[in-house]
């Protein structure tokens, strides 16, 4: 029998790879706590701002501040903003009575662990990349509870060492769902043909300009090799032309607020390679081709490099992502139905969806 929460403070924000999670765990608090008073911290700009109001949680935006550069203690002598900030959070902590404060990262998280820690509330942080985000490495400041993603991560970050593993909170629309089952309510929902494999882009929650260039401009190709597109344009991207002419479908969206459409139509996906997106192909079992963005610090290649060295995927630099190699290799491979089911199968294996549980199992621990 679990002990008891009633109210708690989850902070994260910027894009979708901070904003998901929290969801995610957010519901799996109300599926065991359906009293739980849940609040979540926000910054004025990020995408938390259309996700969680939609998603049906209590958003709070507290003012933006600036990052130092360097991690240091300094924080707690910053006045100005950070203080601002950290006086903000702290009154919406007192004021819900917070019993625990879980982070996921972005900007907004600090001036949460800073207030959280001053009133001696449990921290949780839940990390996902290599090497840990900035706001989350302030966090380990903090508080030693810190709770992973994924295994690559205790070996490859100094300080990550000690943490948990959990995995991936995941929503449970994508978790819970019976792909083949789906298929043809989602293929119908896109206009998509059953006959046909389908390619499903997606360059994360704010799109990726250079998939989305590459194989918009394979648009010919692909169609003329059978082959159908599912395109998610993403959230901050410009739109790009297709040719109109084509003999199959492909079919471009702004943004999917329901991702698991996405997956139940897809035979491949072509995406970058954002913690959340891996950890939802890999609990799929879907076979995907990661394009790691190429500006930041490795992180992308250090999520997809294990899917795929298990045989789950390919990997493909962003530089060599042309619409020539999109036909010498995506082509073959969407036509080619045993090796998409040995790389979904492998796919499969590294994946998992109890992320949601384990971390609230570790949260639990916190507080007790
Ligand atoms: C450029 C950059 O720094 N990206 C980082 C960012 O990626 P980003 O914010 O793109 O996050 P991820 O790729 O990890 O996750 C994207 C999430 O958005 C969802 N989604 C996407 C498109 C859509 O139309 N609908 C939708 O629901 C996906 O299902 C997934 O849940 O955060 C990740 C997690 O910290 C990091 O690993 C990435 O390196």
Not at 172 to 184: E, V
Not at 281 to 302: C, D, H, K, W
Request: glycine share 10%; aromatic share 6%; proline share 7%.
């Amino acid at each position: 029998m679990m002990s008891q929460l009633r109210s708690v403070v989850l902070a994260g924000g910027g894009t979708g790879g901070h904003i998901y999670p929290l969801l995610a765990f957010a519901d799996a608090l109300r599926r065991h706590f359906p009293q739980i008073r849940i609040t979540t911290l926000g910054s004025p700009k990020g995408m938390e701002n259309q996700l969680i109001p939609a998603a049906g949680y209590d958003l709070r935006v507290i003012p933006a501040f600036q990052l130092p550069r360097a991690l240091n203690l300094d924080l707690l002598r910053t006045p100005d903003r950070m203080y601002k900030s950290a006086a903000a959070a702290g009154e919406i902590i007192d004021e819900v009575q917070a019993e625990v404060v879980v982070g996921f990262g972005g900007y907004v998280s600090v001036p949460a662990y800073l207030a959280a820690w001053r009133r001696e509330l449990p921290i949780v942080i839940h990390e996902v990349n290599v090497p840990a985000g900035v706001a989350n490495r302030m966090g380990m400041k903090f508080t030693k509870r810190v709770a992973v993603g994924f295994p690559h991560q205790l070996e490859q970050a100094e300080s990550l060492r000690n943490a948990r593993l959990v995995g991936v909170p995941l929503r449970t629309g994508i978790t819970h769902m019976d792909r083949p089952a789906l298929r043809p309510q989602a293929l119908y929902h896109f206009g998509l043909r059953p006959d046909l494999p389908v390619l499903f882009v997606s360059g994360g929650s704010s799109g990726a300009r250079t998939i989305n260039l590459a194989v918009a401009a394979a648009a010919k190709r692909l169609a003329h090799a059978g082959i159908q597109v599912l395109h998610v344009q993403g959230g901050r991207n410009d739109p790009f032309e297709v040719p109109h002419d084509l003999p199959v479908p492909y079919v471009v969206v702004p943004y999917l607020s329901e991702m698991e459409l996405g997956y139940a139509a897809a035979d491949l996906m072509l995406c970058r390679g954002g913690a959340i997106t891996v950890a939802e192909t890999t609990a799929l079992g879907m076979p995907a081709i990661y394009v790691p963005y190429p500006f930041s610090n490795q992180e992308q290649r250090r999520n997809a490099l294990p899917v795929v060295e298990s045989g789950g995927g390919l990997l493909v630099d962003n530089s060599e992502l042309t619409p020539d190699w999109i036909e010498r290799n995506i082509i073959p491979l969407a036509r080619d139905r045993q090796r998409l089911g040995q790389m979904g199968a492998a796919a499969a294996q590294y994946g998992r969806r109890d992320g949601d549980e384990a971390l609230l199992r570790y949260v639990l621990e916190a507080v007790s």
